[in-house]
């Protein structure tokens, strides 16, 4: 079964960047969709970004627009979020997850979820 792993997370100031990546073990990125969702205290899981593996179209929340990138590294079976100018909504446990077929970007369902890693943005 693919198993994701979300790093890079951490305590950050307002305006501050930082790095996400997610790694698949147990099976590769190769035809699926990865997908970025956050989930702030007491809120509901929201999308954020989105990346089909081989076609590199994205898909990205209005809310990040401009602010985050996601690229891939097929080599390494590896996809980054590239997150900038954080701000404190930005606040949440990331979550990568994957699906393979035919599905929406942003509704999936995404089949593959990891443990989360937790970005705080503080003012």
């Known amino acids: 079964q693919v198993q994701l792993r979300e790093s890079g997370g951490g305590l950050v100031q307002a305006g501050a960047s930082l790095r996400l990546s997610c790694t698949a073990s147990?099976?590769?990125?190769?035809?699926?969709?990865l997908g970025w969702f956050r989930q702030a205290p007491g809120k509901d899981r929201e999308f954020v970004a989105a990346?089909?593996?081989?076609?590199?179209?994205?898909n990205y929340v209005d809310s990040v627009k401009g602010r985050f990138t996601l690229s891939r590294d097929n080599a390494k079976n590896t996809v980054a979020l590239q997150m900038s100018d954080l701000k404190p909504e930005d606040t949440a446990v990331y979550y990568c997850?994957?699906?393979?077929?035919?599905?929406?970007?942003?509704?999936?369902?995404?089949?593959?979820w990891g443990q989360g890693t937790t970005v705080t943005v503080s003012s």
């Open positions: 147990g099976g590769t990125f190769s035809r699926s969709v």
């Open positions: 997850a994957s699906f393979y077929g035919m599905r929406s970007l942003v509704s999936g369902p995404y089949d593959y």
């Open positions: 990346i089909h593996w081989i076609d590199r179209v994205t």
